[in-house]
T-cell receptor, first 117, second 113 residues
Framework: SQTIHQWPATLVQPVGSPLSLECTVE??????LYWYRQAAGRGLQLLFY??????ISSEVPQNLSASRPQDRQFILSSKKLLLSDSGFYLC????????????????FGPGTRLTVT | GNSVTQMEGPVTLSEEAFLTINCTYT??????LFWYVQYPGEGLQLLLK?????DKGSNKGFEATYRKETTSFHLEKGSVQVSDSAVYFC????????????FGTGTKLQVIP
């Protein structure tokens, strides 16, 4: 069965410090990977998605970047954190599109709670 | 573009009450529709899904029917429990593109004993 891991689970970082959040998926190959941010009491904002190694698409301009160094690894980074980067970061995966009418629902990791102080 | 509109929360119900959370969508083509649930401090879990018009998704006593004529996918449960307290997200995935999912803003449900 497939599982998705995120770490760390919680993180408290000062403004201006760097950030690295990691997401890994097990039990599937060539997944599409996604990073979302959920601000307190808000909905989900798609930050980045990737359809393959080294292929990153950014949804919104911001202080963050993403990388996919391996097929099942997705990293979210920042060189200098801002207060507004605080939030709950969720990684998700879905099977790559192979045609047909499959629903290709997204599966989410447990999330990382980031507090920038 | 695609969009999902959910009813504003929070919704507060007594245990065993009937639940309806409204969801309407705008999309081109024939999207798949989903309800996700998020318990406090956790990631999202898929609750149910429907892939074509008139499909009914169901799970754990929750149901939602894909209504293309009204572009709706309302979530219902006949008798809620305290353990159903969570945030519920309606979402759609269109048939093209990179399988990006469009989420609603979420509806918080609080069930009181």
């Amino acid at each position: 069965s497939q599982t998705i891991h995120q770490w760390p689970a919680t993180l408290v970082q000062p403004v201006g410090s760097p950030l690295s959040l990691e997401c890994t998926v097990e039990g599937t190959s060539n997944p599409n990977l996604y990073w979302y941010r959920q601000a307190a009491g808000r909905g989900l904002q798609l930050l980045f998605y990737s359809v393959g190694i080294g292929q990153i698409s950014s949804e919104v301009p911001q202080n963050l970047s993403a990388s996919r160094p391996q097929d099942r690894q997705f990293i979210l980074s920042s060189k200098k954190l801002l207060l507004s980067d605080s939030g709950f970061y969720l990684c998700a995966w879905t099977t790559p599109r192979t045609g047909g009418l499959a629903s290709y629902e997204q599966y989410f990791g447990p999330g990382t709670r980031l507090t920038v102080t | 573009g695609n969009s999902v509109t959910q009813m504003e929360g929070p919704v507060t119900l007594s245990e065993e009450a009937f639940l309806t959370i409204n969801c309407t969508y705008t999309a081109t083509g024939y999207p798949s529709l989903f309800w996700y649930v998020q318990y406090p401090g956790e990631g999202l879990q898929l609750l149910l899904k429907a892939t074509k018009a008139d499909d009914k998704g169901s799970n754990k006593g929750f149901e939602a029917t894909y209504r293309k004529e009204t572009t709706s996918f309302h979530l219902e449960k006949g008798s809620v429990q305290v353990s159903d307290s969570a945030v519920y997200f309606c979402a759609l995935r269109n048939s093209g593109g990179y399988q990006k999912v469009t989420f609603g803003t979420g509806t918080k449900l609080q069930v009181i004993p």
